[in-house]
């Protein structure tokens, strides 16, 4: 699947119409590819992702909370944002890489809210709280399946020695009949 690749083409002339246009144009590329790009709620925000930048000479630029300056070009008189746009695309910005790691943990707590919901609330509470001292929800040995005894595992594990201890006791006493 490609990210959409439509050019926004900018015909105003005014500072405050271009800023809102460019602004208008971000959100809806956001909403257009917030799946392909894994994140659930994407949506750039000004200030907080991202800075507009006007230069006295009439050239505007964007800059990543990554660092990247994205310069926007005029064609044909018409300020382009398929830059913009190129920079989300690559793999190499830092701030969308941060936002994918977030939207992944938020992915990974609704998951484990889902099970904890369905186990018993001592198991359930065990499970959020090795995950917060476990935020990437990997890995985690201190599970309450793994660690801590439920009535079932304690039952199974009642059955299992009980069941043992009989088939020494049979074990041995066909052997003590056959002597």
């Known amino acids: 699947?490609?990210?959409?690749?439509?050019?926004?083409?900018?015909?105003?002339?005014?500072?405050?119409?271009?800023?809102?246009?460019?602004?208008?144009?971000?959100?809806?590329?956001?909403?257009?590819?917030k799946a392909i790009l894994k994140l659930r709620?994407?949506?750039?925000?000004?200030?907080?992702?991202?800075?507009?930048?006007?230069?006295?000479d009439?050239?505007?630029?964007?800059?990543?909370?990554?660092?990247?300056?994205i310069n926007l070009y005029k064609f044909?008189?018409?300020?382009?944002?398929?830059?913009?746009?190129r920079h989300y695309k690559a793999s190499s910005c830092s701030m969308l890489e941060n936002l994918q790691k977030e939207e992944q943990e938020k992915q990974n707590y609704r998951m484990l809210s889902a099970i904890a919901a369905t186990l018993p609330p001592s198991d359930s509470r065990a499970l959020l709280l090795s995950s917060a001292q476990?935020?990437?929800?990997?890995?985690?040995?201190?599970?309450?399946?793994?660690?801590?005894?439920t009535e079932l595992s304690i039952n199974t594990t009642s059955k299992r020695r009980a069941d043992a201890e009989n088939s020494n006791n049979i074990v041995s006493t066909s052997k003590k009949q056959k002597k």
Do not use: V
Request: hydrophobic share 30%.
């Open 1 to 33: 699947t490609k990210l959409s690749r439509t050019t926004q083409e900018i015909a105003i002339e005014e500072p405050d119409d271009i800023k809102a246009f460019i602004l208008r144009s971000i959100k809806r590329w956001c909403g257009d590819n």
């Open 41 to 56: 709620d994407f949506q750039l925000q000004e200030t907080e992702h991202f800075t507009l930048n006007f230069t006295d």
């Open 58 to 69: 009439g050239k505007i630029f964007i800059t990543c909370k990554c660092g990247e300056k």
């Open 76 to 85: 044909r008189g018409k300020f382009q944002l398929s830059n913009f746009y």
């Open 134 to 149: 476990n935020p990437n929800g990997l890995d985690m040995p201190n599970s309450p399946s793994t660690s801590l005894p």
